[in-house]
């Protein structure tokens, strides 16, 4: 059983993705917020699998509520549904530990299978924002280069670093997994972004899901 906490202003919204939600027998809605405080509060409290978060909401949004909980509880997933498709916002809540971005036409029956996929670990992004975000941000590789060259030049511990990203796991969490400290996750995951040519995490994410090979994905599972 997947326990949710629905972050949501709107109470409308938030009532119909209850019903939604729990017409799956795999899902349980434990709370609900109707700002990015009562979230933290929640999810102080209740400790659930997963916080549906909402970006715009009043006394706190939830690209902060996102940040603290992500901070405070590294083993909750934060999956932002939202309406605005704002690369920034998608750039803020990922970098601060969100598991995925969600517009809120998402299908219903692709959302329950996006908080299954979420509680696994895989970073999830809405298909339409998938694209908007990549090729907005992303540096084009200059007409030398290639995905599966630049990977070529990753050491095997910045390959391991970059699938740990793709999962949505934060600096501390790759830590613990690789029993190295912080500081060196740190100076890997600026190494990695240097020899592939990309901004931040968030495209590394992305780089990820794109071009990883299926033999890398298999050693992230068997890393973790």
Do not use: W
Not at 73 to 88: A, G, H, N, S, Y
Not at 158 to 185: D, P
Request: hydrophobic share 40%; charged share 25%; aromatic share 4%.
């Amino acid at each position: 059983m997947i326990r949710l906490l629905l972050a949501e202003d709107q109470t409308i919204i938030r009532q119909g993705l209850r019903r939604l939600l729990e017409s799956h027998t795999d899902l349980q809605v434990v709370g609900e917020a109707e700002n990015g405080q009562q979230a933290l509060e929640q999810a102080t409290a209740l400790q659930p699998d997963l916080v549906l978060m909402d970006v715009r909401m009043p006394v706190m949004d939830g690209v902060t509520a996102t940040q603290l909980i992500c901070d405070r509880f590294p083993q909750i997933k934060v999956l932002v549904l939202t309406t605005f498709d704002d690369e920034r916002y998608v750039e803020q809540v990922m970098d601060f530990g969100a598991i995925g971005y969600l517009l809120k036409d998402t299908p219903s029956d692709e959302l329950a299978a996006t908080i299954r996929s979420a509680c696994k670990g895989y970073t999830q992004l809405s298909p339409g924002l998938f694209k908007k975000v990549f090729s907005q941000r992303s540096v084009a590789p200059s007409p030398a280069s290639s995905p599966k060259l630049e990977l070529a030049e990753l050491t095997p511990r910045e390959r391991e670093v970059l699938s740990l990203i793709a999962t949505g796991a934060s600096n501390r969490e790759i830590a613990e997994i690789l029993c190295i400290t912080e500081k060196t996750v740190k100076n890997h995951v600026s190494s990695l972004l240097s020899r592939l040519n990309l901004r931040d995490r968030t495209q590394a994410a992305i780089f990820a899901h794109s071009f990883l090979t299926p033999k890398l994905s298999d050693e992230l599972e068997g890393t973790g």
